[in-house]
């Protein structure tokens, strides 16, 4: 599984489509994103976890950054995505992060 993660608008989906040679059509098929969204409702991380780890590209926007929220829920929601950002890095062949279009490998081989 290759993991993608970056800021909002950053051209995740962009870039890994290009690398790999993907359409739209294809990167729905073996692909997945805005996982952080998922981590908000999951009760079980791990499990999350091994669900989108099926997936052949899995995309997540970084929301850690920045001013700590006042709100008690977005804390908990910002927590519950960096944690699964961290356990799909984990368990991912390849982590990339992206930012301003351009791809820095973290773990394994670019595509």
Excluded: H
């Excluded at 791990?46 to 920045?66: F, N, P, Q």
């Excluded at 961290?86 to 991912?92: K, P, Q, V």
């Amino acid at each position: 599984m290759i993991f993608v993660t970056g800021p909002l608008f950053a051209g995740k989906q962009t870039y890994i489509c290009r690398a790999l040679g993907w359409t739209e059509a294809d990167f729905r098929k073996n692909g997945v994103r805005d996982v952080q969204e998922l981590a908000a409702n999951a009760r079980d991380l791990d499990k999350l976890a091994a669900e989108l780890s099926v997936y052949r590209v899995v995309l997540a926007t970084e929301i850690g950054g920045g001013v700590v929220p006042v709100d008690r829920l977005e804390r908990k929601n910002r927590e519950a995505a960096g944690r699964l950002a961290c356990l799909l890095a984990e368990r991912a062949d390849t982590v990339i992060r992206v930012q301003c279009g351009l791809p820095q490998l973290l773990k394994g081989e670019l595509p």
